[in-house]
């Protein structure tokens, strides 16, 4: 097949997809016009969680089926005064339906590709082994977050009062920590706490601990990797590339050493980066549900690009120039982690697009956009990977209606402004998602060195400060070569996300983003930007001084990165806690927090 005759077929997959999506999406018409396929989805799921059928709960499953999202669904089991252990049967029970539901369409998806002979046979055996490992990984997830989050997690939490220093100084000094490189206390684990026979903690690698699902995976892996034997990659001739990089998941899964874990994870991500074809499988990557041990979660994904969009963007220059110029504030020393983080950023792959498939915790949730991967040994010799899908993200917004808590919230006015963006102006749209969304992870890049996180992660608090630093990188990149006709969009975009996520504050594995949107309102209400009397008020006179509370913030954080300082003494300043919820430290961004909250609790799933 010609190459030009692969990308024609690529076209035609992504346009599918984009199709089924949209089909999906139309679920959200049972809200206002009727849907009967929707309707009898919702009611299904309902029936299968004993909850009532109402526009409330309705609304809630409709964002767990379609959107994979649990907080609405969270919400409602609160409302429902259910016992702890209730709230979470019934949420294993829509993450199987989720995943029932999901598997179904997969299944319908590849059998299409198939009869239409789409890609070549090589491809089309990757899309078919994916398929088989998701399966597999599907079915392992239940027993990982039971064990982890429902079990070990709360068990932890009960023993230490709550008290997150306390749980990672136990961790640390009883070395239930995985080790990385150089023999140091890695960053994260593929191992999960178990008590022995003197009722003593230990750590279990995966292999181990969930014995019979790895067993299953592998089968499913070994399976993959044999179809491929037969078929050569025709088109991009990565065919022993794609092998190196199943083989390397394989082995890993099956290491049952804790302290080699990392390093093997690590060869999985060095196989992977030699990979940059249009089809990118996603493999356990990221540690945000797990707070203590930072157990990476099973996900498992197939990526596709999205062939329109694959161009160079200006925030990767802008990130650079913009951090070539704020070293100057800081020694020559630090310039050291810098220098690295640049040719991280000038190696870095970028793929738009959007998922095909997903599995596992992904079932739980799909993110807007990724930098991968987290090891920064890899990560210093290879570079990274941005996966932004911004078509998702777009489509998905569009197809939910308007909320009545955004309206109440931030006035009909903004909500008017912002929608007619997504729906009529998407160029502007595009714009705003490139610099917000795709700067985001550009900026996670910025003054991380190889034991970074470890170093400042001793109180637990790493993620909670990292993912401001991410935004507020991509943000600072703008206001050192900024366009004056999106200044005011650039504002609204990062006022509609600081208000919006103070409503996952009980949602604990979006716990950083919730902290993210605590320091973002800090200096909003502290610049005079924005005010609260019963609606949002913006003032954007002031944009100049919120600038400078930025710069003097950001100018803190980088200091606190380049010292490597635990991440509390920065998330300090601008949040509390209290009865294990974060809190904002100065008493008008509490009472707008809790106002906002309590009216979330209240309307958060009615619709306008």
């Not at 993110?367 to 998702?392: C, H, M, R, T, W």
Request: hydrophobic share 35%; proline share 2%; with cysteine.
């Amino acid at each position: 097949m010609p190459k030009k005759n692969f990308f024609k077929d690529l076209q035609t997959l992504y346009d599918k997809i984009e199709e089924n999506e949209a089909y999906l999406n139309g679920y959200y018409r049972l809200l206002t016009k009727g849907h009967k396929e929707a309707d009898e989805v919702v009611s299904a799921f309902l029936e299968e969680l004993k909850l009532p059928k109402n526009s409330e709960t309705i609304m809630a499953a409709l964002t767990r089926i379609v959107n994979l999202k649990e907080d609405a669904l969270e919400q409602i089991l609160q409302k429902e005064k259910l016992g702890e252990e209730e709230i979470i049967d019934k949420k294993e029970a829509a993450y199987l339906f989720v995943s029932r539901f999901h598997l179904k369409r997969h299944h319908e998806f590849i059998k299409w590709i198939e009869q239409n002979a789409l890609l070549t046979p090589f491809y089309r055996k990757i899309i078919k082994g994916v398929h088989k490992v998701g399966e597999a990984v599907s079915g392992w997830q239940s027993s990982w977050t039971s064990h982890v989050i429902h079990g070990i997690n709360r068990e932890l939490f009960r023993l230490f009062n709550g008290d997150e220093e306390k749980i990672h100084e136990m961790l640390f000094e009883k070395n239930l920590l995985d080790l990385g490189h150089n023999k140091k206390t890695g960053d994260r684990c593929y191992s999960v706490l178990h008590k022995n026979e003197k009722g003593e903690y230990e750590s279990v690698p995966y292999a181990k601990a969930f014995e019979s699902e790895v067993k299953e995976t592998v089968e499913a892996l070994k399976d993959f990797l044999l179809s491929l034997e037969s078929e050569e990659d025709e088109i991009f001739g990565k065919k022993r590339e794609w092998i190196e990089y199943l083989n390397a998941i394989k082995e890993a899964f099956l290491h049952d050493k804790k302290d080699e874990l990392i390093s093997y994870w690590a060869n999985v991500d060095r196989k992977w980066m030699a990979i940059d074809t249009p089809l990118q499988i996603g493999h356990p990557l990221e540690y945000y549900e797990d707070h203590y041990k930072k157990a990476v979660a099973l996900e498992w994904d197939l990526r596709i690009i999205n062939p329109k969009l694959q161009k160079s963007v200006k925030v990767r220059e802008d990130i650079k120039s913009f951090a070539k110029e704020w070293i100057k504030n800081f020694s020559e020393d630090d310039k050291k982690i810098l220098d690295k983080n640049i040719r991280q950023i000038d190696s870095t792959q970028l793929y738009i697009g959007r998922p095909m498939l997903y599995y596992g915790a992904e079932f739980n949730g799909l993110f807007s956009a990724q930098v991968v991967p987290n090891d920064e040994e890899v990560s210093a010799k290879l570079g990274k990977k941005i996966f932004a899908y911004a078509d998702f993200v777009r489509e998905s917004k569009m197809a939910k209606p308007v909320m009545r808590l955004s309206v109440e919230i931030m006035g009909e006015e903004f909500v008017k402004k912002q929608r007619d963006i997504l729906k009529n102006r998407p160029k502007l749209w595009y714009k705003i998602y490139e610099i917000s969304t795709i700067g985001h992870e550009f900026g996670h890049i910025l003054w991380i060195d190889s034991d970074t996180e470890t170093r400042m992660n001793t109180t637990g608090q790493f993620k909670n400060i990292e993912e401001f630093k991410a935004t507020t990188g991509g943000l600072e990149a703008f206001f050192h070569n900024e366009k004056e006709e999106l200044k005011e969009h650039i504002i609204d975009d990062l006022i509609a996300r600081g208000v919006s996520l103070m409503g996952w504050r009980e949602v604990g594995e979006v716990l950083p983003y919730y902290c993210e949107g605590l320091i973002h309102l800090d200096l909003l209400f502290g610049s005079g930007i924005i005010s609260f009397d019963k609606k949002i008020e913006i003032d954007y006179s002031k944009y100049n001084i919120l600038k400078e509370l930025y710069k003097e913030s950001y100018k803190n954080l980088t200091k606190t990165y380049l010292q490597k300082r635990d991440a509390f003494s920065f998330l300090k300043e601008y949040v509390i806690k209290e009865k294990d919820i974060y809190l904002p430290v100065k008493k008008e961004i509490k009472e707008f927090v809790e106002f906002y909250y309590k009216r979330y609790r209240e309307i958060g799933q009615q619709i306008v």
